[in-house]
């Protein structure tokens, strides 16, 4: 989920997402600032946050290669 928000005065992109490292799930909040960006470039920087990190961000674990099957001598 990603949203803008203003606290104290200052604004925000808050992005909540969450990540994967193999059967493990952690969440994420991601909160960049706005400060001095004008208002033409925060509606891009909107933009460009939602594209790279509004999704669950994945790290595949990586499986091993059996070359030979443990039971078989020759």
Do not use: C
Request: glycine share 2%; no cysteine; proline share 4%.
């Amino acid at each position: 989920m990603i949203k803008l928000t203003k606290h104290n005065g200052k604004e925000y992109i808050v992005i909540n997402t969450e990540m994967q490292a193999g059967d493990s799930t952690a969440p994420v909040i991601i909160q960049i600032s706005l400060k001095d960006i004008s208002e033409e470039d925060k509606f891009k920087m909107y933009q460009t946050a939602s594209l790279l990190l509004n999704r669950t961000i994945k790290r595949s674990t990586p499986k091993p290669v059996v070359e030979k099957a443990w039971y078989k001598f020759w």
